[in-house]
């Protein structure tokens, strides 16, 4: 029998909040067995860049980072909010070694050609060395990943979290049974943003189309979803995506589905 | 035989500009067996420090540390700087892995006690895992540290980053011949500072009081040779401050000598 995999991308407000962070990482320190964390921080690099005079441009939720928004990137992503996660879990018994892509060049991405948009220094994934995540994975030791990547040339690269827990969950899934987790505020996908009672509870390519289509889905949960059929197809078990307590209380929310 | 451990501190303007840390990095990349790397970044923080409006406070070279100073100081030792190095290091083909303290629980800390100064979120080193950072050697990984330790309680804190490469060099010694290198941009302690040619070859822990009087070693130099010598007496085979032509070149400078 394979060793299982959780593998849990924690975004939005839970990320940006003092008290969300800390409720979320008790939660994720209770989770048995092998695991790895990719987080965002988004809202505080969006804040850091306004109080020093940078505009902030997205399109389809994917953020356009020059070089100066890169730097805030690294700082925010890679320095405050990795090593605020890995403190915290460290203090609930959990040995977290806070990482981004270049570090012991876990993720190689390849700067975004420039097509109808520049994107700036921002990184497709090209190659996961799972052996060293595997190694670390070995020793006990809880992968903490921030969304920066690098080329292998020394250029560091922003890169979509999303993508990066999807394009790790596919490349463990050659060892591991993996299951993937998108955790964020909302319960799941909801049918009206604003009633937490919509959850959608399945998801099919098919309903994806429609609910984009409709409006329903739109922003940062296109790639997100995009991102985790992608997964399911390359072999990922599980996807699903949820809450906080929508981990704790056995992995409710809203469930991807191919069929 | 025991292996050898070269344990490098890159401070002052050597990290801070572009030029002089890729030139640097090629040079420490060239350095054959067992190394760790400890970084600075103080002007790098100063700097983002200021154009956040906050001030930036040192008593005896070190900084007084409030909680939107820890943010900066991890923002750009643990992100910016701590990222560039590795994403540099990769790309000439060394292996290198980006921690803070907190990470492996690699550097306990205790929030320095509030005497005659309150330094606010300033640790000093308590522990160091010096299994974990053996295991990364023998992996062939570069350990690229930041000053940014953990106080085993959630707690982030600041840590003067030539206390650190000290404390790393005392605990490696149980497994290596260590030799600890101060690299910055000056040849070594100079006599007089605008005239490279005073270089001092060696100091004792009486010229260092001599030169404490009179004036000529002064600021952050005074923590660097107090925990220098204090790292000798500990059982450092070898501690040198020195430029990074210093090391390219046979390791030339400033030795310290017990007596």
Do not use: W
């Not at 505080?44 to 939720?61: C, F, M, R």
């Not at 059929?229 to 949820?242: D, H, P, Q």
């Not at 307590?245 to 069929?259: C, F, H, Q, W």
Request: charged share 25%; net charge negative.
């Amino acid at each position: 029998m394979r060793d299982h995999l959780t593998i849990i991308k924690v975004g939005g407000n839970v990320v940006e909040e003092e008290a969300s962070l800390k409720s979320f990482l008790k939660d994720f320190s209770r989770i048995a067995g092998n695991k790895i964390l990719v987080h965002g921080g988004g809202k505080t690099a969006t804040i850091l860049s306004e109080k020093l005079g940078l505009e902030s441009k997205k399109v389809d939720g994917r953020r356009i980072t020059d070089a100066e928004t890169l730097k805030v990137c690294t700082m925010v992503y890679a320095g405050l909010v990795n090593k605020t996660i890995v403190a915290g879990l460290q203090a609930l018994g959990n040995n977290a070694i806070g990482l981004t892509g270049a570090d012991l060049d876990l993720i190689r991405a390849v700067k975004r050609p420039v097509g109808e948009v520049d994107y700036g220094f921002v990184g497709d994934v090209k190659q996961i060395n799972y052996q060293a995540l595997n190694e670390l994975l070995n020793t006990g030791a809880v992968p903490v990943l921030a969304p920066i990547t690098h080329d292998g040339h020394g250029q560091l690269l922003n890169t979509n979290a999303d993508t990066i827990a999807s394009e790790l969950a596919v490349a463990m899934c050659f060892d591991y049974d993996v299951r993937l987790i998108f955790c964020f505020e909302k319960s799941g996908v909801l049918m009206n943003e604003s009633d937490e009672h919509s959850k959608i509870s399945e998801i099919t390519p098919e309903l994806f189309e429609q609910l984009k289509a409709d409006g329903i889905v739109s922003g940062g949960m296109i790639p997100k979803l995009s991102d985790g059929f992608a997964a399911m197809r390359r072999g990922v078990g599980v996807v699903v995506i949820t809450n906080p307590a929508g981990i704790s209380e056995g992995l409710r929310g809203t469930r991807l589905v191919l069929e």
